[in-house]
Each structure stands twice: as structure tokens, then as C-alpha cells.
């Protein structure tokens, strides 16, 4: 094997540090910030939808802005925003496909053109999980004769990709139009039943339970969402009063 085209591939690094250099890059730009998935962008649509309404309806509040006035415009932002979550999310999650497309032609070219790094890489992965030896050698003899099979494996374990839980950007999209028209509808329809604070108590209590579960599908600590959530709504709750009541006599 080249030893300088080895040096190149890898960096410098050996071929472990290179591993996992390339798994913490990828982690981050395939994966993204947000929750993959159509209830991911449920919950995440329930979210902001809550939030919205509850600092309209804030403002509607303190301004003293006509019932009907008021619910028209909620239903106005309901609808609009629903849209807008919609194609945000599909186009978001299409994005995400394009780059794991992208890096799997990348690893295609690897495999085919680079095959003593991607067997150096596969042979650091699994001597890092107890293989040694004869069966080390077995084990990557197997996966090096097939490059379909050797391609699903280094996406999986080199970056941490599992391609299966890739959903079509469609069903992202419907999963945050059903978000965040289920929340709008309870929203305004809490407004006809108790006008006074009923929209802005289901907000708080949507945005929780939303916050909670979307830490339970990350396993994340549930009681600190909740806490999360709870405490940054009723601070935007009281930021949006307040700025309003400020702002609103400098348009008198």
C-alpha cells in the first residue's frame, strides 16, 4: 500500500482518529439540530403554533381587540403558519436526503477507488470492539468481498447513519401540517369555550406535553423539558404583556 496516499486519506491520523472524525462531521451535518421524522415535526409544529397564538392573543388581550377580530385573525395565522411549517419541514428534510445522497456516492468513490483505507477504517472499527486476530481478519475478508454490503456498514458504523430511519420528506411535511392545524383548532376552539385565559393555559400545557415527549423520543431527562418549556412559555407570556403595554402608548 502507498503509504503517502494512505497519509493523504486519512489526514495524518491513524485510521481510528479518522473514523471518528469523520462520524462526528457527519453526525452533525446529516443530522441536524432537529428531530428527524414526521413526529418530530409533529410535536415541533405543536410547539410553535402554541407559542404563536399565545403572544397574539396576549397582544389582542392588552390592546382590547374585538372577539371576532381577534379569532379571525388566529385562524388567519393558524392557516398561514400551518403552510408555512409544512413546506419549511419538507423542504428541510429534503435537504438532509440530498447530503446523505451526497455522502454515499462519497463513500461509493472511497470503496471503489481507495480499498486498503476502507479496509485500514473497517479494520480499526471493529478491533476497537473486541475483534482481534484470525477472526479480525475473517470478519473483514466477509464485508470487503461484498461493496454493497461494505458500503451499508461503513455508513452505519464509520458515521453513525442508519438508513433506514430516513422518512420521505412528504411524510415529514404532513406530520407538522397535522402539528400545527390539531393545535390551531384547539387553540381557537378553547377561545369560543373560555375567551378569557383558556387559550393561554392550553398554550403553556401544549407546549409542555410537546417539549416532554419530544425528550422522551430523544431520551432525554422528561421532567426537565417539561420545566423547560413550561418556564420559557410563561416567560414569553409576560415579556409579550409587557412589551405591549410599553410599546402601545408611543402609538396612541
Not at 393555559?201 to 416532554?212: C, D, R, W
Amino acid at each position: 500500500m502507498d503509504s503517502q496516499s494512505s497519509g493523504d486519506h486519512f489526514e495524518g491520523q491513524d485510521a481510528y482518529e479518522h473514523v471518528l472524525q469523520k462520524k462526528n462531521e457527519l453526525a452533525s451535518e446529516i443530522h441536524g439540530d432537529e428531530l428527524p421524522g414526521h413526529y418530530g415535526a409533529f410535536l415541533d409544529a405543536c410547539r410553535d403554533m402554541a407559542v404563536l397564538l399565545m403572544v397574539f392573543w396576549t397582544i389582542s388581550y392588552v390592546l382590547q381587540l374585538p372577539f371576532k377580530q381577534t379569532t379571525l385573525v388566529l385562524i388567519i395565522f393558524t392557516l398561514v403558519w400551518a403552510l408555512w411549517k409544512t413546506i419549511r419541514s419538507t423542504w428541510f428534510s429534503w435537504t438532509l436526503l440530498e447530503r446523505l445522497h451526497r455522502v454515499l456516492e462519497e463513500e461509493r468513490y472511497e470503496i471503489e477507488n481507495h480499498r486498503d483505507q476502507e479496509r485500514e477504517e473497517l479494520t480499526a472499527l471493529y478491533a476497537s470492539k473486541g475483534f482481534q486476530g484470525e477472526l479480525l481478519d475473517d470478519v473483514i475478508d466477509v464485508l470487503m468481498a461484498d461493496d454493497e454490503r461494505l458500503l451499508k456498514v461503513m455508513m452505519e458504523e464509520e458515521m453513525g447513519l442508519n438508513l433506514e430511519h430516513y422518512e420521505h420528506p412528504v411524510k415529514i411535511g404532513l406530520g407538522a401540517a397535522l402539528g400545527a392545524l390539531i393545535t390551531g383548532g384547539l387553540l381557537i376552539g378553547i377561545q369560543w369555550i373560555l375567551p378569557l385565559y383558556g387559550l393561554v393555559a392550553l398554550a403553556i400545557v401544549i407546549k409542555s406535553i410537546s417539549g416532554m415527549l419530544m425528550a422522551s423520543l430523544q431520551k432525554n431527562e422528561i421532567l426537565s423539558a417539561f420545566i423547560w418549556n413550561a418556564g420559557a412559555s410563561i416567560v414569553i407570556l409576560g415579556v409579550s404583556y409587557f412589551l405591549t403595554l410599553w410599546i402601545q402608548p408611543l402609538f396612541a
